[in-house]
């Protein structure tokens, strides 16, 4: 009887996930060829043949449907530094997750010459709503690292720095990853490959985190 219940229940939420990638992926490519401006949300809804209203039951905002795929990195960096090995510090497992990213060519760390990614990119930084949107969505990742941040000072593990240190150094970190994503994506998009960016990239993170090491107050000694 039980697995009766529970099935139906996985089934339902299979369908919503794949409905809920069905309509973005819809949308990211109507936006993709005609940008962002140039389709409205009634053209993607009739594009998955549904209405509006449920259209916006999945997606909050016209911005949502592009900008849910960074959703997914919204607390990553919060654990990161929650599920870090005993012993290392939260900088340490930040750092080395930045450079796993480089290496696997993440497309969060900018560092990834796929021609989809690239288009994906111009798309959210050439379109000044998306822009404004994904400040939203870096809030929410401050407060999760910021979250983490406070468990690790309050577990001892840390010096003792305060929820007003861990906002601050939580916007330091996220900063700097935005920044050297940035970077990577500027040079590719220039006409650069991956692998040739790749080694200047880890120098580049590397130089940024001893940079954060040094000046973020004792809390990533």
């Not at 109507?30 to 809804?45: K, Y």
């Not at 594009?47 to 911005?63: C, D, G, H, N, W």
């Amino acid at each position: 009887m039980s697995a009766g219940t529970n099935g139906p229940l996985g089934l339902r939420e299979r369908k919503k996930r794949q409905m809920h990638r069905a309509i973005s992926d819809a949308a990211i490519s109507l936006f993709l060829e005609r940008g962002f401006d140039g389709v409205s949300v009634a053209e993607v809804a009739d594009a998955v043949q549904i209405s509006k209203p449920t259209l916006f039951r999945y997606f909050p905002t016209k911005e949502d449907l592009v900008l849910h795929r960074f959703a997914d990195h919204e607390t990553e960096a919060g654990w990161v530094v929650a599920e870090r090995p005993p012993g290392e510090s939260p900088l340490g497992a930040l750092h080395a997750h930045f450079r796993t990213g480089l290496d696997r060519r993440d497309p969060v760390t900018g560092l990834n010459d796929d021609p989809e990614v690239l288009a994906f990119h111009r798309l959210v930084y050439g379109t000044p709503s998306l822009v404004a949107r994904l400040f939203a969505y870096l809030g929410r990742s401050e407060e999760a690292l910021a979250g983490a941040l406070t468990e690790a000072v309050a577990g001892g593990v840390e010096p003792c720095v305060g929820r007003t240190g861990a906002r601050l150094a939580a916007a330091q970190v996220l900063a700097v990853q935005r920044v050297l994503a940035q970077e990577n994506w500027r040079r590719i998009a220039g006409g650069e490959s991956a692998d040739a960016v790749h080694p200047d990239a880890v120098a580049a993170a590397d130089i940024a985190y001893a940079q954060l090491r040094n000046g973020a107050g004792g809390l990533f000694a």
